[in-house]
């Protein structure tokens, strides 16, 4: 568990604080690998959308 090996080094095992301080720190850093797996993906979406939209003008 991310709290006890974060925690545990510096007897702060059960801290409320320090636990909702790594929580915090947790879920940012999922969100932003979440944010970066998505990327590549609204990438293409939008590539495919932008080639579309430059075929209807030039015909």
Known sequence: MLSDTELKPFGLV??????RTIG???M???KKEF???LRPFVEE???SYLKVKAR???N
């Open 14 to 19: 059960g801290n409320t604080d320090a636990e």
């Open 24 to 26: 915090v720190r947790a």
């Open 28 to 30: 940012e850093s999922a």
């Open 35 to 37: 944010l970066n797996g």
């Open 45 to 47: 979406m939008l590539g």
């Open 56 to 58: 209807r003008r030039l």
